[in-house]
């Protein structure tokens, strides 16, 4: 049987926790901003690390041994966040480099292309990363 959990519960947090979307902490302007649809490299450490400390309460809770579905799903956030890396669509293009941008259709995109390769390394391939000396 096969366990979707970790895979839901990563996809789920990427889009509650992509920075813009919902909040961002810092802001450009204010300590915290409210969908602004905006990022900084600042911002970004700042959701990794909420990212990680959330992944880590709903997914090592449950498997204590298994570090994979954790560090595959917080490598994955930072990566694939909406317009640090890249913005897929752009606003002016259909891919945009760097531009600290992001826009719903973005999160969208990025949420699917998430999805689909959480899909693979958890599910397909079954990345583990256990603690287990045994």
Not at 37 to 59: D, E, N, R
Not at 62 to 90: E, N, T
Not at 110 to 116: E, K, L, R, S
């Amino acid at each position: 049987m096969l366990n979707w959990g970790p895979v839901f519960v990563a996809a789920i947090l990427f889009i509650l926790l992509s920075p813009g979307l919902l909040f961002q902490l810092p802001g450009n302007r204010r300590w915290v901003e409210f969908g602004n649809f905006q990022t900084s490299g600042a911002a970004m450490m700042i959701h990794t690390l909420f990212y990680f400390a959330l992944i880590c309460v709903f997914l090592i809770a449950v498997k204590m041994a298994d570090w994979g579905p954790v560090v595959i799903a917080v490598v994955l956030f930072v990566l694939l966040s909406p317009g640090l890396l890249f913005q897929l669509p752009g606003r002016n293009r259909v891919v945009e480099f760097g531009n600290m941008q992001t826009s719903i259709v973005s999160i969208v995109v990025h949420t699917v292309i998430f999805f689909g390769l959480i899909t693979i390394f958890l599910i397909a391939i079954g990345v583990h990363i256990s603690t287990d000396s045994g």
